[in-house]
């Protein structure tokens, strides 16, 4: 992905880099699926915990090219499964998560001792941000 500038990152970061809702396209068949997320941002991705064998990793195991969307975003990016969330190599990311999470996390929505809850990680690779007037494409 082309870097952001400094003032684009700043406000991906104050816009993203919380609990946010996002809406995700992945395609099966030549045909488009879009669902809305929960998703962190970082450093040029997005995190979401999801499940393994949900539609949504079943489309991007076939085809990893998603799409992304909210308010005056979109993106393009490679979808990425990270595995389990209690894997060891998840950890600092996990620690992340759960504090942005914090509201829901242990509501009973998600199961962590299910080898199949995961962490996708959406890696951006082009997209467009608008923000006051100002157009930053990456």
């Not at 082309?2 to 395609?27: C, P, V, W």
């Not at 992340?96 to 009973?108: C, M, P, Q, S, T």
């Amino acid at each position: 992905m082309k870097q952001l500038n400094q003032e684009a990152e700043k406000i991906m970061i104050e816009r993203f880099g919380k609990d946010t809702i996002i809406a995700l396209a992945t395609i099966e068949n030549e045909v488009p699926y879009v669902r809305y997320v929960n998703a962190y941002y970082e450093d040029g991705a997005f995190y979401i915990i999801t499940y393994a064998r949900s539609n949504k990793m079943k489309h991007i195991a076939d085809n990893p090219i998603v799409a992304v969307a909210s308010d005056w975003f979109m993106a393009h990016g490679k979808g990425i499964n990270l595995g389990y969330f209690g894997k060891k190599e998840n950890s600092m990311m996990v620690e992340k998560l759960r504090h942005v999470f914090a509201e829901w996390i242990d509501n009973g929505h998600v199961n962590f001792d299910d080898e199949n809850t995961i962490i996708l990680c959406v890696e951006l690779t082009d997209g467009l941000l608008l923000s006051h007037g100002t157009r930053y494409e990456f």
